[in-house]
């Protein structure tokens, strides 16, 4: 499997305030996606990380708000701006089509995720 | 956005027991995923199923794909205290997972 690495981890951001979350993968990777989980939610999709174009949003989640960029195959960022408190959560990359061979290039892998808390 | 029904919410068992949980869905999925997260971490994939039918196991997991491809179940044997968490159910179609709502196992000493 893939190993993905989040940046950062944690951290406690002011309201109004812009943060940018980045994804490393160690391998190729086909697609990358990011998600978000509420506090004691599930997980929903933002967006889909579309390599050298802009991403494709899910409905409810726009770019102004959740910039993303994908400059190569291995790496993405999130930016979460303008923050409020509702933004609280953690933001987590995942990726699919690992280039490693085997049947894993149908599976879909999240990394640590990024646990963001606004005040 | 859409998400799968996954019961029970909520399981509390004693070290040993069985756990069974499932999810279904009013929409056909070409692949079904388990995960498992912990506390302040990232889910963990735990087995994945990508035909109607089948029965996968991983350890002490097994799970199946519903042959209607809407549901799938993931069931654990002789839960250990390691087994506490939150799971997850996630249909696949295309490239976009579609989540459960979770299940919560807690095990009562």
């Known amino acids: 499997s893939a190993v993905i690495s989040q940046k950062p981890s944690r951290d406690i951001c002011q309201r109004g305030t812009s943060l940018t979350i980045q994804c490393q993968v160690d391998s190729q990777v086909t697609m990358m996606f990011w998600y978000r989980q509420q506090p004691g939610q599930s997980l929903t999709l933002i967006a889909t990380a579309n390599q050298g174009s802009e991403a494709t949003y899910e409905s409810g989640f726009v770019i102004d708000k959740f910039p993303i960029s994908r400059p190569n195959l291995t790496f993405s960022t999130l930016t979460v701006s303008n923050m409020s408190p509702e933004d609280s959560s953690i933001y987590l990359c995942?990726?699919?089509?690992?280039?490693?061979?085997?049947?894993?290039?149908?599976?879909?892998?999240f990394g640590e995720g990024s646990w963001l808390t606004v005040v | 956005g859409q998400q799968l029904n996954q019961s029970p919410q909520s399981m509390f068992i004693q070290e040993g027991e069985d756990v069974s949980m499932n999810c279904t869905s009013s929409?056909?999925?070409?692949?079904w995923l388990w995960y498992k997260q912990d506390p302040g971490e990232g889910p963990v994939l735990l087995i994945a199923?990508?035909?109607?039918?089948e029965l996968t196991s991983n350890g002490r997991l097994t799970a199946q794909f519903g042959i209607t491809r809407k549901d799938s179940f993931l069931n654990i044997s002789a839960s250990i205290p390691s087994d506490v968490g939150i799971y997850f159910c996630a249909g696949k179609l295309g490239e976009k997972l579609t989540f459960g709502t979770g299940t919560r196992l807690t095990i009562i000493p």
């Open positions: 995942s990726v699919a089509g690992a280039k490693t061979g085997g049947s894993s290039g149908n599976t879909i892998y």
């Open positions: 199923l990508y035909k109607a039918g």
């Open positions: 929409s056909i999925f070409n692949t």
